[in-house]
């Protein structure tokens, strides 16, 4: 059985059998052993049970009870086939997780000994020696209990218990005081793990985060806030807060010391004393080097090292943060100008993305993983992403891999489409704690661009008054604007805040898939697009993932509609999609071609909307589509899949997101085509803009060009096409457009506009011919082609890799050449054997 989860499983098996014994670990600070704190790391093998069984298993942590079930052979994959269903009984139950550890006597002589859980999913009980110390109700909080007077010399036990999320919240709706709100919105865990309109239903429960025994004596650093001004390139100044709990009867003598480094070599350093567990101090720093979105410039980091010393100057505790020099601002929308955001003074458009959480299981989200999607979002020209609210407050390093590449990140806070229990004082304290363990360990991200209170709260679940599943806006602004917003202005005086998204001038356009509109609508807005999409299927690999060869037999059976969470009102997702297809495009001949047409059509979409606002820049400030990645295999809008396949959107979107941008807006009913440049970069751009009116042999019917002058940061009409002719000789599905704009000799856009639907070219066999070249790490292939071909792709059989580009047009005459890196090695043979390159012309049966 095709198993995708199994290769993943295989490597947290192996982790099991190998991991090293447990060692009280050093303090190190700068390269420095601080011998008074000492740290054990509690992951790794435990076991786990349900809870009243006795049947135990091995378990992994971090992690959580589906893969510690699946890798114990005790559930089938979930993502497979209709799984989903059959183990939900894991949701139902309860589970108790066990380890012993070793204590040494001297641990015991530290002041304190902590237990600390960076995330503990979600209701849980915590006992050490058959004692509990502490009570959990927060997968997004950080848990901390002094467990000194519980533990003893030698062995000791742990034992972490996990109510099932759906008792949890059935007991806090029988003791609300009213059932307005429902299900969920009751517990601070994932609120997608519930299911949505594109992922499972499998709520899990666990230790997801790092658990480990701290140990310090006299004190230690609690909070590092570091505000920067910045003054131009000339000079930055660095004003650093920094809190420190302190322990024992006498109080402490304490300074602290602080050094600023630049590629490791401290560009700036001071110390300053500690007075009621506060110091504060100020750094310069000459000429610094500013950061920068990408596409803009570079990213420069700097660390902020900072040591907690005692009267005899022996550091204590040492903590080091991060961070970007560089002003970026949210402008809010006013006269007349849209909501966009503005970095060391300069505007610039938001060219993006909305990222889900990239697995229904967390702990099987490497920091590898993470840096993969972030470097594909980069490479194909993506400056933001939306990390978006029904998720979970994502791993540092996926902060740290945007904070490198120049990708900027609207936060949203974790609540989403749902009535929050506002008038709730034990949950707001709750949410107050979360917020303020968020912040302080993220608020020094450069690439933090925004921290946003929640997801369509505004928009789907809020009222004047409390009915069933909507706040009232009294309580939705005691929430997200009062204690959320208070709390983010206290702990990062100086980040973006706004009450939730659409609230501050964005737009969610849903009208494209949950209405009846077709992708012409795009045109009709302006503004700040955070949320537009379209679906697509995955491609055929992915899809033999999940289903067997009778699932395949059309897009339509039980099983491909059950990895399909979306749909129109009584049209079910999949159908959707068809319907669209259909309207658009030829028939696809056969399951394997819808799949591609589909994708060639989500892409054909979001493209209709992204040039358009690149256009009417600055009228329009932000095009962030959704989506970007997946949470399983499925349909979904993504435009790369669970496996990390980049769909025709991810290709596409490194056009229509390129620097510079030569597009076209066509009038069938005037004739004509008005042709744009669009310029994002820091400089002016000069060049040619060549456009050629070909029919669909490739006869050039008319062609010409102008030299374009373009500031900065500018889009510009710069030409208008008058085609009344070849349209009334030859009719609108009779002729292409072609446009490509060069600088210095050298192409760096280029694009198709097409009259009509792509639907009604009737294009003969563009009869292509490939040619491939060995290169190192790869193959260069060649394509040529006797005819136009539309939306050429090539494709290995059974095998991945990435493309230098891919659905792309081709004119005759013309060659274009692809790069192709397998991720895995293969011969020149087998990769001959492998590729398929085809065009539409291949997804449909010519009448």
Not at 377 to 399: H, P, Q, S
Not at 428 to 434: A, F, I, L, T
Not at 547 to 557: G, K, L, Q, Y
Request: with cysteine; net charge negative; charged share 20%.
């Amino acid at each position: 059985m095709p198993n995708q989860m199994t290769k993943r499983q295989f490597l947290l098996t192996t982790l099991t059998a190998t991991a090293a014994a447990m060692v009280w670990e050093p303090l190190v600070s700068l390269g420095q052993t601080v011998n008074t704190s000492r740290r054990l790391n509690l992951g790794g093998p435990w076991r786990v049970s349900q809870a009243g069984k006795n049947k135990w298993i091995p378990a992994m942590v971090p992690g959580c009870i589906h893969t510690d079930l699946l890798a114990a052979g005790e559930i089938p994959d979930p993502f497979y086939r209709d799984n989903e269903k059959i183990v939900q009984w894991v949701t139902e139950a309860d589970w108790i997780y066990q380890r012993t550890f070793d204590v040494p006597d001297e641990v015991l002589k530290n002041d304190c000994v902590l237990l600390r859980c960076e995330g503990l999913d979600t209701a849980a009980s915590v006992k050490i020696n058959g004692t509990e110390i502490g009570r959990a109700n927060n997968m997004f909080r950080l848990w901390e209990y002094d467990i000194k007077r519980v533990l003893h010399p030698g062995e000791n036990v742990i034992e972490v218990s996990f109510q099932s999320p759906l008792t949890y919240i059935k007991q806090r709706e029988d003791s609300a005081p009213n059932q307005w709100v429902k299900g969920r919105a009751w517990m601070r865990k994932e609120p997608c793990s519930f299911n949505w309109d594109w992922g499972p239903d499998l709520a899990s429960c666990g230790i997801w985060k790092t658990i480990s025994l701290e140990t310090f004596n006299q004190g230690r650093i609690a909070d590092v806030l570091v505000k920067q001004q910045l003054d131009n390139e000339r000079l930055a100044t660095l004003d650093i807060e920094m809190n420190a709990e302190t322990v024992g009867t006498v109080p402490g003598i304490f300074q602290a010391s602080i050094t600023v480094l630049h590629e490791g070599k401290a560009v700036a350093k001071t110390t300053t004393p500690v007075s009621n567990g506060h110091s504060r101090g100020q750094l310069e720093i000459k000429h610094p080097k500013l950061w920068w979105p990408a596409g803009m410039g570079k990213q420069p980091l700097y660390e902020v090292h900072v040591e907690l010393m005692d009267e005899q100057g022996k550091v204590i505790d040492s903590v080091s943060k991060r961070i970007g020099l560089r002003e970026l601002k949210m402008i809010l929308p006013q006269n007349g100008n849209p909501l966009h955001f503005e970095v060391n003074g300069i505007p610039f458009f938001s060219k993006g993305a909305n990222w889900i959480p990239c697995d229904s299981f967390t702990s099987r989200i490497t920091p590898e993983i993470l840096r993969r999607y972030v470097a594909d979002a980069a490479a194909v020209n993506i400056n933001t992403l939306r990390f978006w609210g029904g998720g979970y407050y994502e791993d540092d390093a996926l902060f740290d891999a945007c904070d490198e590449m120049g990708i900027c990140v609207w936060l949203d806070c974790k609540f989403a489409c749902a009535a929050y229990p506002a008038f709730d004082s034990a949950f707001m304290d709750n949410v107050r704690q979360e917020i303020r363990d968020n912040v302080r360990r993220l608020r020094h991200h450069p690439c933090i661009a925004v921290w946003c209170g929640n997801n369509e709260i505004s928009l789907l679940n809020e009222a004047q008054e409390w009915r069933d599943n909507t706040m009232s806006t009294v309580d939705y602004d005691k929430l997200f604007k009062d204690l959320i917003g208070g709390e983010i202005q206290e702990l990062a005086p100086q980040a973006n805040y706004v009450s939730g998204s659409p609230d501050c001038g964005d737009t969610h356009y849903w009208d494209v898939w949950h209405g009846d509109k077709t992708f012409d609508a795009y045109r009709s807005l302006t503004g700040f697009m955070s949320e537009f999409g379209y679906q697509s299927f995955p491609e055929l690999k992915t899809i033999r993932s999940f289903t067997n060869e009778e699932d395949r037999a059309s897009v339509v059976t039980p099983v491909m509609k059950w990895h399909q969470r979306s749909g129109l009102g009584n049209i079910e997702g999949n159908q959707e999609m068809l319907n669209m297809i259909h309207h658009y495009f030829n028939a696809p001949k056969d399951f394997e071609t819808t799949l591609w047409l589909s994708q060639i059509l989500q892409g054909y979409g979001i493209k209709i909307g992204a040039e358009y606002w690149r256009q009417t820049m600055p009228k329009s400030m932000g095009c962030v589509f959704w989506q970007y990645n997946d949470i399983w295999p499925g349909m979904s809008w993504s435009s790369v899949d669970y496996f990390g396949r980049w769909k025709a959107l991810h290709y596409l979107a490194r056009k229509f997101y390129s620097p510079v941008l030569v597009s076209g807006l066509e009038n069938a009913k005037g004739g004509t085509i008005d042709l744009f440049v669009t310029n994002d970069l820091m400089e002016p751009v000069r060049g040619k803009l060549t456009w050629k009116v070909t029919d669909l042999t490739g006869k050039v019917l008319a062609h010409d060009s102008i030299h374009v002058d373009l500031p900065s940061r500018k889009s510009a009409n710069v030409k208008r096409l008058d085609l009344h002719k070849q349209i009334n000789q030859l009719g609108t599905g009779s002729f292409l457009t072609w446009l490509e704009f060069e600088v210095h000799e050298q192409i760096v856009s280029d694009n198709l506009v097409l009259f009509a639907l792509p639907k009604e070219y009737k294009l003969p066999d563009p009869q292509l011919n490939i040619n491939v070249d060995d290169i190192p790490d790869g193959f260069l292939v060649t394509v040529t082609s006797q005819n136009p071909a539309l939306w050429i792709w090539l494709n290995l059989d059974n095998a991945d890799a990435r493309y230098s580009d891919n659905f792309f047009h081709l004119m005759p005459g013309a060659a274009q050449k692809i790069l192709v890196r397998p991720w895995t090695p293969l011969s020149k043979g087998d990769f001959v054997r492998q590729l398929q390159v085809r065009s539409l012309f291949d997804t449909y049966s010519p009448s």
